[in-house]
């Protein structure tokens, strides 16, 4: 049944973008209770764009025909902007590089004009910062509050250097564009010998990156908060930024933590584990943050979901109880996942989830089909001999029950759908029991119940008077006991009073039991010798369906008197 459920449910996910690679990660995904999710391309829509580059004076070019207008400041912010980037032009494609280098080349025109590059130092996460050397001048380009403070001149809009003296302006300006969710980055030049000193630094400008959060993002951080999961954000943007994407797509909650990786290296494990639950932000994330926080969590006993799509996530997300790598990532962030979401979307990791908690309902709904008609049968085969029914199954039926009981409806529950009130739903704790009181109640009541109708069924004798002959009340009996199967299909596959709820959203759950009901009448009426049964009048084929389907008003009445005694119940 599980790997039924997994497989057919796997190929249900690949169309809402979710690619599994690891079946188990499935039904794992639906008990998780702490979320780290990165913000570019799962939050946002990853698609990045400079808004304007600002120059030390505060003027504002938004397009790359506005700065042409001044050619030496133009060619100054140019070289600043291409000399120290990884990405370059394909064609009229921009490849290559990271997201934020193809964002920043993106904003000018493609010129095939050749850079000769003395010396690099590439962005590290750490440092916060990439440094690009030609013709002995370092090209600078990283974060405001590394870079900024070291700036003692600027590029004013002619490419004349001048002694910097409005800092508190610009500052004001970049914390107004980050807490509008706008990331700043900042380009500089300095002659220093050493490339790693930013001392004595010259600002050539300010650089406006706008990525704007996904609409379905809102929806899927709402769906995930429903259902009980704490979701933390780490990025690699500032506190403001980080702030307000949070805010926009519901993470941050007004009294939460935002941290810094600074802030939160500084708290030792103990206080972590206190602080943990209250975090919604990680800001000017390192890569061993990840691996940490999936620690920390694990030792609190919670089931852990990791996002990454970098090199450096791969040790995260292996780590992860259920990691997600992103379809734009990297191959061994892939690989180290269990789950690769296509479209990169947060939307598609909060479907991932729905589908796990169905799966693991999927599977209580067919071991309760299964308990509940093993139970009949056992009852049967013990006191059957005490009560003079000594083979009332044969072999060959018995062989065509197991069909229906195992394979069949294995196929039948593995098709249930993922309905969004399970996304209300808490998570289920790492030692919670597969079968739950709800589960035992209707196995027991409804095994018993079914028990006595095939006992009575055989015993009393004005019930044998129905029948024309022994052989008639036995293919009658082997009618019964399958078609009692079907009608507590029905009963087990909702804990809803109407069996019918939601039937249609598993149209291969019907197309099984009508399969299987073709098959039972045609073997009552062509079994012959082999099946051990003889044709029943319509009289008899009526009385037999009328016993079977006892079943579902005893169940419905079962789940009332539980419904009305405010007890928790359902799968």
Not at 280 to 297: E, F, G, W, Y
Not at 362 to 370: A, E, N, P, T, V
């Amino acid at each position: 049944m599980i790997t039924l459920v997994l497989s057919s449910n796997m190929k249900r996910m690949l169309k809402n973008n979710v690619l599994v690679r690891k079946l188990v990660g499935i039904e794992t995904s639906g008990s998780i209770n702490i979320l780290f999710t990165d913000k570019t391309g799962t939050l946002t829509k990853g698609k990045l764009e400079v808004k304007s580059i600002i120059s030390g004076d505060l003027k504002e070019y938004k397009k790359e025909k506005d700065l042409e207008k001044n050619k030496k400041y133009y060619n100054i912010v140019k070289l600043s902007c291409l000399g120290n980037n990884q990405s370059s032009y394909d064609g009229d494609k921009v490849i290559g590089g990271n997201i934020t280098d193809r964002a920043i080349l993106s904003y000018f025109k493609n010129d095939n004009t050749k850079i000769k590059k003395e010396d690099i130092l590439p962005f590290d996460s750490k440092n916060k910062y990439s440094i690009t050397k030609i013709d002995g001048i370092n090209l600078i380009k990283g974060a405001p509050e590394k870079l900024l403070k070291n700036c003692i001149s600027y590029y004013d809009n002619f490419g004349n250097v001048r002694k910097l003296i409005n800092t508190n302006r610009i500052q004001s300006l970049i914390n107004d564009n980050t807490k509008n969710g706008i990331r700043v980055l900042i380009l500089a030049t300095s002659k220093n010998r050493d490339m790693n000193d930013l001392k004595n630094l010259t600002l050539v400008g300010i650089v406006l990156i706008k990525d704007d959060v996904r609409p379905e993002a809102i929806e899927g951080v709402n769906l995930v908060n429903n259902a009980h999961i704490k979701t933390i954000m780490i990025t690699g943007d500032n506190k403001e930024t980080a702030t307000s994407i949070a805010k926009e797509v519901g993470i941050y909650k007004s009294g939460d933590l935002i941290l810094t990786s600074e802030e939160l290296n500084k708290l030792s494990d103990d206080e972590l584990k206190s602080k943990l639950l209250q975090i919604s932000v990680v800001a000017r994330s390192l890569p061993t943050d990840k691996s940490r926080l999936v620690r920390i969590s694990q030792e609190m006993n919670l089931v852990v979901g990791m996002t990454g799509d970098g090199v450096n996530d791969a040790p995260a997300l292996k780590k992860a109880d259920v990691g997600f790598s992103m379809g734009s990532g990297t191959e061994v962030a892939k690989e180290a996942s269990d789950i690769v979401i296509l479209d990169d979307n947060f939307l598609s990791i909060s479907k991932a989830i729905l589908f796990g908690r169905t799966i693991f309902k999927s599977i209580r709904k067919f071991i309760i089909l299964q308990l509940t008609i093993n139970l009949c049968a056992l009852s049967l085969s013990i006191i059957g001999p005490f009560i003079n029914i000594e083979m009332p199954i044969t072999v060959i039926q018995m062989l065509w029950i197991n069909m229906v009981m195992d394979t069949l409806a294995g196929l039948a529950f593995s098709f249930e759908p993922p309905l969004k009130e399970y996304m209300n739903e808490y998570p289920k704790k790492k030692d919670e029991p597969i079968i739950n009181k709800y589960m035992i109640n209707q196995i027991f009541l409804t095994g018993i119940y079914s028990s006595l109708i095939c006992i009575l069924f055989l015993k009393l004798p004005f019930i044998k008077n129905l029948f024309r002959s022994e052989i008639y009340l036995y293919t009658a009996f082997f009618g019964l006991f399958i078609f009692i199967d079907i009608f507590n299909s029905f009963n087990s596959r909702t804990h809803r009073l109407n069996i019918f709820a939601n039937i249609l959203k598993n149209k291969i759950f019907l197309l099984i039991m009508l399969f299987i009901v073709i098959v039972q009448i045609l073997l009552i009426y062509f079994g012959g010798s082999i099946f051990r049964t003889s044709g029943l009048s319509l009289f008899e084929l009526e009385v037999m369906i009328l016993f079977a389907l006892t079943v579902i008003p005893f169940d419905f009445i079962r789940k009332l008197i539980l419904k009305k005694k405010g007890l928790k119940y359902g799968v």
